[in-house]
Each structure stands twice: as structure tokens, then as C-alpha cells.
């Protein structure tokens, strides 16, 4: 399977402070970045998606000027949480695919970024 | 809006069981559906993808089938082991922009 590296996989913040998380996918080339957030005891749900060198699009209920998703190269997307505030403590996942949306293609997975905002 | 439910939402069995996990989503039209293994506090493990022309998929102890037309997935597990122990989701990529949309997932338990 593909090599997704998702960096930090652990991190704890001030309220009000800035959260940047890396994804990279290692083998392959991405031209499209899905990013997922999951709360305690809930499912996945997609936040965004985003081809590269093209503005992230989100989906309903996600703030794109709280979620900032750069994704300027084939490998390397990042999600930065600004102003994080205690809800926004979660669980975020990155999903790189290749082909543009990959119908058929499997899903691979970042390890996750645990989000504790204090 | 595809949705997809996952039942049990938790199932406890002593090890050796075999045991069925079932996925159902509304909309038929995927492209594929996708097994995966979750440990707590981890990411995702994929365990098996079935393409939306196909009716199961094998690997090891585990066996996933897929029936499109009734929105059906089930993952059957042989001769459970504690290590088997996680979280199970399906997901099925579907819509104009090949999303992937998760179940609510079954917390399994082996027991020695």
C-alpha cells in the first residue's frame, strides 16, 4: 500500500494559539488531499478536499478561514487550525489519492493528529 | 446524501467465534467499499476494498462481500483472536467527487 506520513501525530495547544499539520505522501504522487476529522466515539466525517495548487474545497459546516489547507505540491498538504478553541479538539486524518478523485483507487490514511486545546 | 450505518455498534465474543459485521448504505451507486481496522487512538488500517463490479474479497481469516443493489457490505471474521480486538468501519466512495463516507463504526471485543 502507499506510504502516507502524517506529522505530528500528538499535539496539545493553548486556546487561541495556531495548529499546523503536515501530510505527505511518500510513494506517490497526490493530486488530490482529503482531510477528516473525528470526534471521541464518532465516525470520520471529511472536512475538505483539495487538488494541488488549487483552493481547498470545503464541506458544509467546516470554516475555510478557521481551516487553512495548503496542498502546493504533490506531496506535501497541510491543514493549519487557527485560533483552535477546546471544541475544536479532535482527531484530524489526511487521505491523499492519486489520479485526481481516484474512483476505483483505495483509500491510505496519515496515522492521525490527535488535537487537545486547552 | 449517501449515509451509511453500521450494526452492532459494539459486539463482545469469546476468542475462537467466527463472527459477521454488517455495513448498509443508502445510495447503490459507488464506485467501491472499503473495510478498515481502527485501534484506539490510532489511524486506519485498511483491511480489504471491494470494487463496486465485484461480490467479495478475501484475505486471510477475513471476508468481505458486497450485494450493490440491496446498499449491502458484511465482513465476516473466522476464528477470532484477541488481536482482533479494534474498531471495524466501512466506508463507500460515492458522488461526483469520489467521497468517502464512513459508517459509525462496530467496537469489537475478543475475549480470551
Known sequence: GAVVSQHPSRVICKSGTSVKIECRSLDFQATTMFWYRQFPKQSLMLMATSNEGSKATYEQGVEKDK??????????????VTSAHPEDSSFYICSPTT???????????????????? | KQEVTQIPAALSVPEGENLVLNCSFTDSAIYNLQWFRQDPGKGLTSLLLIQSSQREQTSGRLNAS???????STLYIAASQP???????????????????FGTGTRLQVTL
Open chain 1, 99 to 118: 489520479g485526481g478523485s481516484g474512483m476505483n483507487t483505495e483509500a491510505f490514511f496519515g496515522q492521525g493528529t490527535r488535537l487537545t486545546v486547552v
Open chain 2, 83 to 101: 488481536g482482533d480486538s479494534a474498531t471495524y468501519l466501512c466506508a463507500v466512495k460515492s458522488g461526483t467527487a469520489s467521497k468517502l463516507t
Open chain 2, 66 to 72: 458486497l450485494d450493490k443493489s440491496s446498499g449491502r
Open chain 1, 67 to 80: 481551516f487553512l489547507i495548503n496542498h502546493a505540491s504533490l506531496t506535501l498538504s497541510t491543514l493549519t
